[in-house]
């Protein structure tokens, strides 16, 4: 079993910043892709920040420029800096994680619970 937790969800004034955090524990061999995905209130849910295992970071339009994904890989960990927050980022914030339990196993994808970020006008 693989858990993920997350951390730092909360409110903000519109121009604050937050950082969320997120920890992977249980049988992990392997962590191939990190990242955060975001889902308001009637919205799909949508990527927003990919850490992947050589270093490449991808954004979402929106949040490029003003988000910035990091992972610690000595703590299973990876980190949403959300600076300049809108109204409009206003959602549940979810990490996930791309796990090989094993040596030579397939990767699947397992999810946190999601922490809630409000960002008030």
């Known amino acids: 079993q693989v858990q993920l937790v997350e951390s730092g969800g909360g409110l903000v004034q519109a121009g604050g910043s937050l950082r969320l955090s997120c920890a992977a524990s249980?049988?992990?061999?392997?962590?191939?892709?990190m990242g955060w995905s975001r889902q308001a209130p009637g919205k799909q849910r949508e990527l927003v920040a990919t850490?992947?295992?050589?270093?490449?970071?991808n954004y979402e339009d929106s949040a490029r420029g003003r988000f910035t994904v990091s992972r610690d890989n000595a703590k299973n960990t990876v980190y949403l800096q959300m600076n300049s927050l809108k109204p409009e980022d206003t959602a549940v914030y979810s990490c996930?994680?791309?796990?090989?339990?094993?040596?030579?196993?397939?990767?699947?994808?397992?999810w946190g619970q999601g922490t809630q970020v409000t960002v008030s006008s």
């Open positions: 996930y994680a791309d796990v090989s339990t094993h040596r030579g196993g397939r990767y699947f994808r397992y």
């Open positions: 249980g049988s992990i061999f392997s962590i191939n892709v």
């Open positions: 850490f992947i295992s050589g270093g490449n970071t």
